[in-house]
């Protein structure tokens, strides 16, 4: 039977591989830039993000990645699943469900009035599984994303305006 626990600052190296595993699955595998610090500090020092490890037999196996947000229109913190990923061997036994249950408990246990993530349009099994839970997307809504040069040209824009 698996367990989830908590990961520890120890932990990192190899949330660090499953995150990379997880690229891979996503075919992206170049687009981790994350390091052992960078996660530490993150993780750890700032506590920006929680991680659970999902473990059998002593092997880690999977993990989740999660954080709290906040609901203007509720006026609560949400959990966000940034990333849950159970390696290939390990799927089809009830452990991506364990996960998902292990962090809708936290989110209940946080007076959370809501448990979301983003899912890519193309991975049907995982879409599948997640419907399947009682999850439902959400149609009228696209996500947005400013990074890299744009995110930079626009803080830029506003230290200009506040000269």
């Given at each position: 039977?698996?367990?989830?626990?908590?990961?520890?600052?120890?932990?990192?190296?190899?949330?660090?591989?499953?995150?990379?595993?997880?690229?891979?699955?996503?075919?992206?595998?170049?687009?981790?830039?994350?390091?052992?610090?960078?996660?530490?500090?993150?993780?750890?020092?700032?506590?920006?993000?929680?991680?659970?490890?999902?473990?059998?037999?002593?092997?880690?196996?999977?993990?989740?990645?999660?954080?709290?947000?906040?609901?203007?229109?509720?006026?609560?913190?949400?959990?966000?699943?940034?990333?849950?990923?159970?390696?290939?061997?390990?799927?089809?036994?009830?452990?991506?469900?364990?996960?998902?249950?292990?962090?809708?408990?936290?989110a209940q246990n946080n007076d959370c009035?809501?448990?979301?993530?983003?899912?890519?349009?193309?991975?049907?099994?995982?879409?599948?599984?997640?419907?399947?839970?009682?999850?439902?997307?959400?149609?009228?809504?696209?996500?947005?994303?400013?990074?890299?040069?744009?995110l930079k040209d626009l803080s830029?824009?506003?230290?200009?305006?506040?000269?």
């Open positions: 039977m698996a367990t989830i626990r908590k990961a520890q600052r120890q932990d990192v190296p190899v949330v660090l591989q499953l995150i990379k595993e997880l690229a891979e699955y996503e075919k992206e595998p170049d687009a981790v830039e994350a390091t052992e610090e960078i996660l530490e500090q993150s993780i750890f020092d700032k506590q920006q993000a929680n991680v659970v490890l999902l473990e059998e037999g002593g092997q880690t196996i999977g993990f989740a990645l999660y954080f709290f947000n906040f609901s203007t229109w509720r006026g609560k913190a949400g959990l966000y699943l940034e990333d849950l990923f159970v390696r290939p061997e390990f799927r089809g036994r009830g452990y991506g469900k364990l996960l998902l249950s292990y962090l809708a408990n936290q009035p809501r448990f979301e993530w983003i899912v890519l349009d193309w991975n049907t099994p995982s879409i599948n599984f997640y419907k399947a839970m009682g999850a439902k997307p959400l149609d009228t809504w696209t996500v947005f994303r400013l990074e890299n040069k744009a830029e824009q506003f230290e200009q305006l506040n000269q």
